[in-house]
């Protein structure tokens, strides 16, 4: 994730990141959104393995990010909050690694909508767990002077995600 106060760090070119929409952060998300454009919304969704059966015990067995991850720091806290009993039994360094860990059922874990790859199915609603909210992916704008082709390439960009 690239940190928007960033400013005229040219440690990156374009900057795509990913801010969970939620009441705390709706006014957060009005502020950063007149400085960034907001090119896909999607669902976040509880998911396991697709030959899992649709009961899970508690505690949970959780397949997750690492904690630098906002998204895992995000699901620790509403586990937390929803006083659900949980166990990390996997931590993967990427979604490819944490969709591997979930086809292989060591598991349950939360995903953006777009992310559910072949072999993972959203959780039924009734599994027990709390609520998720949506995700929003967004570009921090251009810089003035940057190269036509960062240009392009932010265009491509938004409208491949639009």
């Known amino acids: 994730m690239i940190d928007s106060s960033a400013g005229d760090d040219a440690s990156f070119d374009i900057g795509l990141s990913l801010r969970l929409v939620t009441g705390d952060a709706r006014a957060a998300s009005r502020r950063a959104e007149a400085q960034s454009t907001v090119v896909r919304r999607e669902k976040l969704l509880w998911v396991s393995a697709?030959?899992?059966?649709?009961?899970?015990a508690a505690p949970y067995s959780l397949v997750l990010l690492p904690s630098s991850c906002q998204l895992?720091?995000?699901?620790?806290?509403?586990?937390?909050?929803?006083?659900v009993p949980y166990v990390v039994s996997h931590s993967a360094s990427g979604i490819a690694g944490?969709?591997?860990?979930?086809?292989?059922?060591?598991?349950?874990?939360?995903?953006?909508?777009?992310?559910?790859?072949?072999?993972?199915?959203?959780?039924?609603?009734?599994v027990g767990l709390p609520?998720?909210?949506?995700?929003?992916f967004y570009l921090l704008p251009g810089r003035i002077g940057e190269s036509e082709f960062v240009s392009n390439a932010r265009t491509a960009l938004m409208r491949l995600f639009s």
């Open 98 to 126: 944490l969709q591997l860990a979930l086809k292989a059922g060591l598991g349950i874990s939360c995903l953006n909508e777009s992310s559910v790859g072949g072999g993972v199915v959203a959780c039924s609603p009734d």
């Open 50 to 56: 697709s030959d899992t059966g649709p009961r899970f």
């Open 131 to 136: 609520a998720l909210p949506a995700v929003e």
């Open 72 to 83: 895992q720091r995000f699901v620790a806290k509403l586990l937390d909050e929803h006083k």
